[in-house]
């Protein structure tokens, strides 16, 4: 089946850092990827729309020039967390639509980052 | 806008059913999933609905009503192993963006 892989799976920053993630979809083509993060006990919220050769479209309330993101391919998108605050500190996590004709999404693994 | 809500913790005992409910209020819909999260690690794929009635997969099943804007996931057969976070999505049908619910913890004691 399709696969993301994300790294790293865990990292740990210093305050004023900035900390990239990568997602890339292995053996499928990914126009779109999802960006998520997640706080402990808590769902996942959807932070942005990564689109292969365009500007990502954000969700309400996150904050885009923080939050930098890059599809500069159809295999790989990046997520850049710039000035990295210790409120930062959450789990994020990737997904991509499969395929048009296949309702599936697969997610990435996750990053847990800290920081410090 | 999305408006998904499912009950914070659910508990029940090695072998019983649970039923875990998603209501949701969405713009534009096209599909609901049910996903299996444990801690730390990503979601995984349990279910998919898009139509109304019920889904059965193993000892798992869900259930879709377009018009009220509801839905369950049934697991029967409890396992220990089936602690985890139960989170429903939706699809939304003019952006293909996947809005999760709130998210149950389901605990499950022998």
């Known amino acids: 089946g399709a696969v993301v892989s994300q790294h790293p799976s865990r990292v740990i920053c210093k305050s004023g850092t900035s900390v990239k993630i990568e997602c890339r979809s292995l053996d499928f083509q990914a126009t779109t990827m999802f960006w998520y993060r997640q706080f402990p006990k808590q769902s996942l919220m959807l932070m942005a729309t990564?689109?292969?050769?365009?500007?990502?479209?954000?969700e309400q309330g996150v904050e885009k020039d923080k939050f930098l993101i890059n599809h500069a391919s159809l295999t790989l998108s990046t997520l850049t967390v710039t000035s990295a605050h210790p409120e930062d500190s959450s789990f994020y996590i990737c997904s991509a639509r499969e395929h048009p004709a296949n309702y599936g999404y697969t997610f990435g693994s996750g990053t847990r980052l800290t920081v410090v | 806008g999305q408006n998904i809500d499912q009950p914070t913790e659910m508990t029940a005992t090695e072998g019983a059913i649970v039923q875990i409910n998603c209501t949701y209020q969405t713009s534009g819909f096209n599909g609901l999933f049910w996903y299996q999260q444990h801690a730390g690690e990503a979601p995984t794929f349990l279910s998919y609905n898009v139509l109304d009635g019920l889904e059965e997969k193993g000892r798992f099943s869900s259930f879709l009503s377009r018009s009220k804007g509801y839905s369950y996931l049934l697991l029967k057969e409890l396992q220990m192993k089936d602690s985890a976070s139960y989170l429903c999505?939706?699809?939304?049908?003019?952006?293909?963006?996947?809005?999760f619910g709130t998210g149950t913890r389901l605990q499950v004691f022998p």
């Open positions: 990564s689109n292969e050769g365009s500007k990502a479209t954000y």
């Open positions: 999505a939706v699809r939304d049908h003019n952006t293909d963006k996947l809005i």
